[in-house]
């Protein structure tokens, strides 16, 4: 979850807090908002896309795809002082999606792929709406 300065929350969703599917046509991670002023039901901000699992950067053995909600959504950051106002860093982690793998003896060491995002709310769910961290504009646009 995001810090209490803002008025819009966003979470991660996969196997921890949402059903993993056991089959490819599933429903796959996603991140989640909720408006902390005016309530309502949560809402999805994005879905993580799974497209890249057995594609041609997947390098380990296996050949089926995973389930989908098998890769994560994870360390929802608040990023709103160095990009502005809505913007949170997102990691994907792709634990099917293998981008390197390595023979030690006995032992495969594989290293998985992943993603770091910038994720820009606007609109409705929560962009316009948030708040920054507690600085307030003055009725002339100046900060109180």
């Known amino acids: 979850m995001i810090g209490s300065t803002c008025s819009?929350?966003?979470?991660?969703?996969?196997?921890?807090?949402?059903e993993i599917s056991t089959s490819t046509?599933?429903?796959?991670?996603?991140?989640?908002?909720?408006?902390?002023?005016?309530?309502?039901?949560?809402?999805?901000i994005a879905k993580v896309d799974q497209s890249a699992d057995e594609g041609?950067?997947?390098?380990?053995?296996?050949?089926?795809?995973a389930n989908l909600g098998a890769w994560e959504s994870s360390g929802v950051v608040d990023a709103s002082k160095a990009f502005g106002k809505g913007a949170f860093l997102v990691?994907?982690?792709a634990g099917s999606l293998i981008v390197e793998e390595e023979?030690?003896?006995?032992?495969t060491y594989q290293r998985e792929g992943g993603q770091l995002l910038l994720v820009r709310l606007q609109g409705n769910n929560g962009?316009?709406?948030?708040?920054?961290h507690g600085k307030k504009e003055g009725k002339k646009?100046?900060?109180r």
Do not use: C, M, N
């Open 25 to 44: 046509t599933g429903t796959t991670a996603r991140l989640w908002g909720y408006d902390l002023k005016a309530g309502g039901a949560p809402f999805v």
């Open 56 to 65: 041609p950067t997947d390098r380990d053995a296996a050949t089926a795809k």
């Open 127 to 132: 962009g316009d709406r948030h708040e920054g």
């Open 91 to 93: 990691d994907i982690q």
């Open 103 to 107: 023979q030690r003896g006995t032992l």
């Open 141 to 143: 646009g100046g900060k």
């Open 8 to 18: 819009a929350r966003i979470a991660g969703s996969a196997q921890a807090t949402s």
